[in-house]
């Protein structure tokens, strides 16, 4: 499976923009770019996913380098509830999704 | 309405019991998974089902049987309890094994199991 590598951990202040990066080097063509997170005591949950273009809903934005070798997840407006940890993945067809270690996101009131 | 459901959420047991975990689903999917989330937090998938059939089994022991009555449905059972097996057990569904796609993967809110 392709990997994904993230920091650890951030922190942000509540109600400022979030960006988590993601380096997806050995990236392939037909792997999509996945954003799952896991808030305390749930199970992951679904944020965003794209391949090559930058994609927006209405939980976040994600940005895809044009080499598509690294990926920003970005949350618009940190709130308390967004603190969790984050996983980038890749994903190439309906393949169970491949868990790394994930960013854990703290935000300070 | 819960998209994927597993009860119990909570199970202590003692060890060398057999115990099951039951998933449903309600969003007409045909593909289910089971993830094992140790005490290091790693997720980690041990099955695959695809249409009632197996389609991925990740060298897990086979004390661990999953078993599909039907799509909406994957239950977990483990047989000899160890220690090793406590962990949180989450259930997951998708729509469309095999297409190049970005389906998205719905999850249950996990199963703490502890053995004693």
């Known amino acids: 499976d392709a990997k994904t590598t993230q920091p650890n951990s951030m922190e942000s202040n509540e109600e400022e923009p979030v960006h988590l990066p993601c380096n997806h080097s050995?990236?392939?063509?037909?792997?999509?770019i996945h954003w799952y997170r896991q808030l305390p005591s749930q199970g992951p949950e679904y944020v965003i996913h794209g391949l090559t273009s930058n994609v927006n809903n209405r939980m976040a934005s994600l940005a895809i380098a044009e080499d598509r070798k690294s990926s920003t997840l970005i949350l618009h407006r940190a709130t308390l509830r967004d603190a969790a940890v984050y996983y980038c993945?890749?994903?190439?067809?309906?393949?169970?999704?491949?868990f790394g270690k994930g960013t854990r996101l703290s935000v300070i009131a | 309405d819960t998209a994927v459901s597993q009860t119990p959420k909570y199970l202590v047991t003692q060890m060398g019991n057999d115990k099951s975990i039951k998933c449903e689903q309600n969003?007409?999917?045909?593909?289910m998974y089971w993830y094992k989330q140790d005490s290091k937090k790693f997720l980690k998938i041990m099955f695959s089902?695809?249409?009632?059939?197996?389609?991925i089994n990740e060298t897990v022991p086979n004390r661990f049987s999953p078993k599909s009555p039907d799509k909406a449905h994957l239950n977990l059972h483990i047989n000899s309890l160890e220690l090793g097996d406590s962990a949180v057990y989450f259930c997951?569904?998708?729509?469309?094994?095999?297409?190049?796609?970005?389906?998205?993967?719905?999850f249950g809110e996990g199963s703490w199991l502890t053995v004693v």
């Open positions: 969003l007409g999917h045909d593909t």
């Open positions: 050995t990236i392939s063509g037909t792997d999509y």
């Open positions: 997951a569904s998708s729509q469309g094994y095999g297409r190049v796609s970005g389906n998205t993967i719905y």
């Open positions: 089902y695809n249409n009632k059939e197996l389609i």
């Open positions: 993945i890749l994903r190439s067809g309906n393949t169970p999704l491949v």
